[in-house]
């Protein structure tokens, strides 16, 4: 499998390259669109065809690549089915396996940050990845106080579904504030502050309901946008228009 780990650093976003190298087809789990030019890059020295964008789940803190990329490419976009925009060409399931040529990527339904979530478990033959979203996160995990989230289902869904992975499963995050790149099962049940060393539920939804976080800055345009797979509202405050403003050749 081709692999590449890629960063958006305004809104800490990792987006994931999966390629096949047989059929030389692709997929980028999270594409964020201000950064849409390099993914077309990417795919270019890798020698790949986009296949398919694969969101996680409706973000709140950026707008997607998905609708940008499909404009450009011709590729399709899938989304988790619960809560699938209209825009979606494939609406996953839970337990299905999504094939990019030789590539099996499983959904997996995780709701908890959102009510809709999917996290993606793709086992290349020698390794088992887990793309986690915001579902569980390095030492953290995704906030449950916007949009449709519910501590009780986060925490049920991080350890009904994943930490049921084996245990050297690689976690890749949807998010890292803080320069780290991927994680462990393993390292996560042990050690994970919110979840990690046994836990209860209890205990973690008194520790998510006391976080206090600040109100996310993208929201307003960003939940609506993606809702049209990345489309820019015409309300998008001048300071992140950038990204919608270039217009396309093809
Ligand atoms: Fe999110």
Known sequence: MIFRQLFEPDSSTYTYLLGCRRTRQAVLIDPVLDTVHRDLEVLREEQLTLACTLDTHIHADHLSGAAKLKAITGCCIAYPEPE????ADVRLRDGQV?????????????????????????????????????????????????????????????HERLFTLPDETLVYPGHDYEG???????????????LGGGKTLDEFVALMNALDLPYPRKIDFAVPGNRQCGQCPPDVPEQYRAPCDTHEQG
Do not use: M, W
Not at 84 to 87: F, G, K, N, Q, S
Not at 106 to 130: I, M, N, Q, R, W
């Open 180 to 194: 780290r790149f991927v994680s462990s099962i393993a390292q996560e049940k042990k050690r994970n502050p919110r």
């Open 98 to 158: 999504f094939d990019v040529g030789d590539v099996p990527i499983e959904a997996v339904f995780a709701p908890g940050h959102t009510s809709h979530h999917f996290c993606y478990v793709v086992d290349d033959g020698t390794h088992k990845l887990a793309f986690t979203g915001d579902v569980l996160l390095i030492d953290a995990c995704g906030r449950t106080d916007f949009q449709s989230g519910d501590a009780a289902a986060l925490y049920k869904s991080i």
């Open 84 to 87: 699938a925009p209209e825009c």
